[in-house]
């Protein structure tokens, strides 16, 4: 008797299963394809009005959507345990999959009504579950795609120039969309508040708290920071935790990291993510405190407030859901609210090397003591703070203390006038730490006096640290010029610092930074002026060194500006962020090592 001839797609099926790894590349595919339908759907779903009968529909996509990633999960997760590949995303896989079959089960349970719907229950019967599906499968699925950027022929200086441009187009679109407003945006206007959030800086030409709706806001908050740690340091943690890491991966994310042990870029990765996750909860949890007595009636909702505050203060955006920001009079005179915002600002201007140098000091002194009280014998590691640490902490300190006195002297009788002493040394200190990219303000920016504007201009020029969210032309840039002055000044014809000699490509690079910093300023106020002629050119001046610094502090001609000015303050915004020797490295050809030297010419300079 002859066997029962067999179905077609049953074949395919078991050949599929008898060949694992051609399993696991079509289901990642897959996967990577329902997660984009998914994306696509879920901002149908919030950003538009529906009709009556669309979100039934909506209800049936996401059930079946649900039971297809259920299954492809459950597929891939097998076939990757009979190849024996140890993904390091298996383990989180597997509990997902586990809770996708529970809530299985309690949609079952909720739609034949076996048991009274308890909260539980009703969890898990709702869409917000699928949403987190849905951005879980795309997040994985995107993060491992990232990955094969590594292997084109793009260098590090023109992928992290790209991948700011794509966000900015993708966060412009989400702007634009109809439920991220209260009412429709102009592109331009959409395009100007997405760069300002990717870029960090904090510039509005609409009111942020009466334009945008919850949406919109939790849109610009993912900006700031997805922007601020930057788009590939997110993609490369999820792919290398989803994926695993690649050595070419590793050499790209070397030069972004400013870590030179390949070995460690991996962990350098994972501590950046937490330490900043870390930093925010914490600053949430202490502005949430510090706005506590704070009338329900005139906040609404503390716990939103304190979250994108603490984000916007670590990330250096400046962007609040008030109008007035921190000058609004619930806030003006909540002096712990501004130490806070103050001393996180602080740290997300370090720069995360500084942060993780200045840790592992602090970890040696602590032990060290400790073996010494005890009197046991310590092995005494010598230089644990390095030149580069040492520079940031003393310039930072040096610019903290000087932008607080001066400003204090300045602003005593004018815009300090209404506080009480310890307020305005409070005020003083916040006013020294926001023009370093923060963008903040709780005075009356109009209201400055003459030499506190030129004080500003200079403390935005500089700005934050590198390997940190904020902007500027950074302040190892201004201390390495600095001391290039002084040793020329004594007849040195090296720069050394800490018994050590900076190398003369770094000073080359700081004066070349220095240099375009100004050019591309003047450029942007020249231009502004000529667009925008009624303008008072110390309040373009100003608007020019607030978006190269990505400071976002204004005299309140942002919302003034033409078309063609906020054009202006977008590139500026964005050559400021990435940097101009970033984006001329970017787009020339690297020159190979020259072999050969012509004779020398000594150049006249008075």
């Known amino acids: 008797m002859k066997d029962k001839k067999e179905n ?118 709702s869409e917000q579950l699928v949403y987190f599906v849905i951005f879980y499968v795309f997040l994985v699925e995107l993060s491992k795609k990232t990955l094969l950027f590594y292997r084109t022929s793009f260098n590090p200086a023109q992928l992290f120039l790209l991948s700011f441009l794509f966000l900015i187009c993708i966060g412009t679109a989400l702007l634009m969309l109809p439920q991220a407003t209260y009412l429709p945006i102009s592109f331009i206007d959409a395009f100007f508040t997405s760069t ?131 000058y609004d009079p619930i806030l003006r005179f909540n002096y712990p609210l501004q130490v806070v915002i103050s001393f996180l600002v602080i740290m997300g201007g370090l720069g995360f090397p500084i942060v993780f140098n200045l840790y592992r000091y602090l970890r040696h002194s602590v032990i060290r003591g400790y073996y010494k009280v005890t009197g046991k014998k310590f092995l005494n590691h010598s230089r644990l703070l390095n030149v580069n640490t040492r520079l940031v902490l003393v310039t930072t300190s040096a610019l903290l203390v000087f932008g607080m006195v001066v400003y204090f002297l300045l602003e005593y009788s004018n815009t300090l006038a209404e506080h009480s002493l310890g307020g305005k040394i409070v005020g003083a200190f916040f006013g020294s730490v926001t023009p370093r990219t923060a963008g903040f303000n709780t005075v009356d920016m109009a209201q400055l006096a003459a030499p506190t504007i030129l004080l500003y201009l200079l403390l935005m020029w500089v700005g934050a640290s590198p390997a940190s969210v904020g902007g500027g032309i950074k302040t190892t840039t201004f201390a390495v010029a600095i001391l290039t002055i002084v040793n020329l000044a004594r007849g040195r014809d090296r720069v050394e610092v800490y018994r050590r000699e900076i190398e003369k490509a ?101």
């Open 8 to 125: 077609p797609s049953e074949s395919r099926f078991r050949a599929a299963l008898a060949q694992p790894s051609k399993l696991v590349a079509g289901l990642d595919a897959l996967l990577f394809w329902l997660s984009l339908l998914g994306v696509g759907v879920f901002l149908f779903d919030i950003g538009f009005e529906h009709a009556p009968f669309v979100p039934r529909l909506l209800h049936y996509f996401y059930h079946g959507f649900f039971l297809v990633v259920l299954v492809s999960l459950a597929l891939r997760t097998l076939a990757l345990l009979r190849l024996g590949t140890r993904r390091p995303s298996l383990i989180f896989e597997g509990v997902l999959l586990c809770f996708m079959l529970v809530a299985l089960v309690a949609r079952f349970i909720m739609q034949n009504h076996l048991t009274s719907a308890s909260t539980l229950l009703q969890f898990f019967d």
């Open 506 to 606: 770094s000073v080359y690079k700081a004066f070349t930074v220095m240099f375009l910093s100004l050019l591309v300023i003047g450029a942007s106020v020249f231009l502004i002026t000529i667009f925008d002629p009624k303008l008072e050119l110390s309040a373009v001046a100003f608007e020019s060194f607030s978006a190269f610094g990505t400071v976002g502090l204004s005299m309140g001609i942002t919302g003034d500006l033409s078309a063609a000015s906020k054009f202006v303050l977008i590139v500026t915004m964005f050559l400021g962020r990435v940097g101009t020797l970033t984006l001329i490295i970017g787009v020339l050809q690297k020159v190979s090592t020259l072999r050969y030297r012509y004779p020398q010419e000594t150049i006249i300079i008075t």
């Open 196 to 326: 300002s959030a990717v870029c960090v800086t904090g510039l509005a030409v609409v009111d942020t708290a009466t334009v945008f709706t919850p949406t919109g806001k939790v849109i610009i908050l993912i900006l700031v920071q997805i922007g601020a740690l930057g788009i590939m340091t997110f993609a490369s943690f999820f792919g290398i935790f989803f994926q695993g890491s690649s050595l070419k991966g590793s050499l790209f994310m070397k030069d972004w990291l400013n870590e030179d042990n390949l070995g460690q870029i991996t962990n350098t990765l994972f501590k950046i993510v937490s330490l900043t996750v870390g930093i925010e909860l914490l600053g949430a949890l202490l502005v949430y405190w510090a706005i506590a007595p704070v009338p329900d009636a005139l906040l609404v909702d503390k716990m939103s407030f304190a979250i994108f505050h603490a984000v916007s203060a670590f990330c250096n955006a400046g962007f609040s859901t008030l109008t007035l920001g921190l």
